[in-house]
């Protein structure tokens, strides 16, 4: 048996460059480790099958889940005969654009290369994972990184270090593939990355926590205005800055102090029961002993 953490993330900057002829957008997004992280449980079994468990029965436990794409793409390479049970205790929310299912994913592509002496290198792994989903290659990594092209090229930065960060996850939870369907080409390029990663690599966390933006925003609040409620709630209560991370629902805020991290808490915990305290972490996945 076999038992890692999967940690979920935040984009504290994501916009859109363009879209390339197979319908896949171009994207540059910063992309942070939080310290939320979901349970998994591998364990070999005699029969030469995929078993997925979950505590949350409202994530697939079949051929669409993340965990089941991710052994079955290393059993076809490498010709495994084991079978395995991979066992999901769910704590990141699902649907909120925090890359739960990419982060199982990540941990099972680690885990398997562990447990059946693959010896696949960072590279291997990285492009086992771009196969499942666009996110994998950084939760493989976590911390802090740069992601581009479709978000499948990574590259680490200074660490991005914040003790107080809020996450509130509404009701309703939003396809990625729906946004991205509603995606104006006119949002193209509306945000600049370059004062971001300025600020990042020189330490200067509070100017960067300043410069957060997320293009996906504008499409999500048509839809959902509720998301800029969420963002005043977070702002009026001494947020430095608010924004949805991915392609939501879940806002993230960014507090400068515990005090006013745990008064708005309070507040948005009586609004909305999915609300979250993190902080950022510097990894994506953690074998457990």
Request: hydrophobic share 40%; aromatic share 8%.
């Amino acid at each position: 048996m076999m038992k890692l953490n999967s940690y979920g993330k935040i984009n504290l900057f994501l916009d859109i460059n363009g879209r390339l002829q197979n319908g896949y957008h171009i994207i540059k997004t910063v992309l942070q480790s939080i310290n939320i992280y979901d349970e998994i449980t591998l364990t070999p079994i005699n029969d030469n099958k995929i078993i997925i468990e979950c505590s949350d029965l409202s994530i697939p436990i079949n051929e669409k889940n993340t965990c089941y794409k991710a052994a079955l793409i290393l059993k076809k390479a490498y010709g495994i005969n084991s079978g395995i049970l991979i066992h999901i205790n769910k704590k990141i929310p699902a649907g909120a654009g925090m890359a739960g299912g990419s982060s199982n994913a990540a941990a099972v592509i680690k885990g398997l290369n562990v447990m059946w002496k693959l010896n696949l290198s960072k590279e291997e792994m990285s492009g086992f994972g771009a196969q499942i989903g666009a996110d994998v290659p950084f939760c493989l990594v976590g911390g802090t990184c740069l992601g581009e092209q479709i978000g499948d090229k990574v590259t680490e930065l200074n660490d991005f270090m914040w003790n107080n960060i809020l996450l509130v996850k509404p009701e309703f939870s939003i396809s990625t593939e729906f946004v991205y369907q509603n995606l104006d080409p006119d949002y193209y390029n509306s945000y600049d990355s370059s004062d971001i990663l300025k600020h990042i690599s020189l330490y200067n966390h509070i100017k960067a926590a300043r410069c957060v933006s997320n293009t996906l925003e504008r499409v999500v609040e048509k839809f959902y205005p509720e998301i800029k409620e969420i963002k005043k709630l977070m702002v009026d209560n001494g947020a430095i800055s608010s924004i949805m991370t991915g392609s939501g629902s879940a806002v993230f805020a960014l507090f400068k102090d515990n005090d006013s991290l745990n008064k708005t808490y309070q507040i948005a915990k009586e609004i909305y029961p999915s609300t979250l305290k993190s902080k950022t972490c510097k990894y994506g996945v953690k074998f457990i002993d």
